[in-house]
């Protein structure tokens, strides 16, 4: 018996199954890619002028899945732009790992490939 992510899905394999039906469920990934803009929050030349953009994101809403998405896709087109993300906490940002625990935002930016703060632009990053 499959496990299903809702009652919908669940009402439709079941039909499948009592209609003798070989199907897969959640099996195949297919790739897409959506266009649009993105609007750094702050861009500026550190001391010895390199270029870096900061991307602010506050609490509840600021990092969902959406932003999660168009942060990934903007770094896949422009992996040559230092992007860095300063963080107004260390929240949760999706849903329950295995063991039990959540990913948290500067675990999300690590994972991805984004220098992260948390509260303010560390000084570091001006230096460089």
């Given at each position: 018996?499959?496990?299903?992510?809702?009652?919908?899905?669940?009402?439709?394999?079941?039909?499948?199954?009592?209609?003798?039906?070989?199907?897969?469920?959640?099996?195949?990934?297919?790739?897409?890619?959506?266009?649009?803009?993105?609007?750094?929050?702050?861009?500026?030349?550190?001391?010895?002028?390199?270029?870096?953009?900061?991307?602010?994101?506050?609490?509840?809403?600021?990092?969902?899945?959406?932003?999660?998405?168009?942060?990934?896709?903007?770094?896949?087109?422009h992996p040559e732009i230092d992007i860095r993300?300063?963080?107004?906490?260390?929240?949760?940002?999706?849903?329950?790992?295995?063991?039990?625990?959540?990913?948290?935002?500067?675990?999300?930016a690590e994972k991805y490939g984004f220098p992260?703060?948390?509260?303010?632009?560390?000084?570091?990053?001006?230096?460089?």
């Amino acid at each position: 018996m499959n496990k299903y992510r809702n009652k919908f899905e669940a009402k439709t394999g079941k039909f499948l199954e009592q209609s003798k039906v070989d199907f897969e469920y959640e099996k195949t990934k297919l790739e897409y890619t959506v266009s649009g803009k993105y609007l750094v929050d702050f861009g500026f030349f550190t001391k010895s002028g390199k270029k870096i953009y900061i991307e602010t994101k506050g609490n509840g809403l600021s990092f969902d899945g959406h932003t999660k998405r168009k942060m990934r896709a903007v770094k896949l087109l422009h992996p040559e732009i230092d992007i860095r993300i300063v963080f107004y906490a260390n929240g949760k940002c999706g849903p329950k790992r295995k063991d039990g625990t959540f990913m948290r935002q500067l675990d999300w930016a690590e994972k991805y490939g984004f220098p992260a703060a948390i509260k303010d632009i560390p000084e570091s990053w001006l230096d460089e």
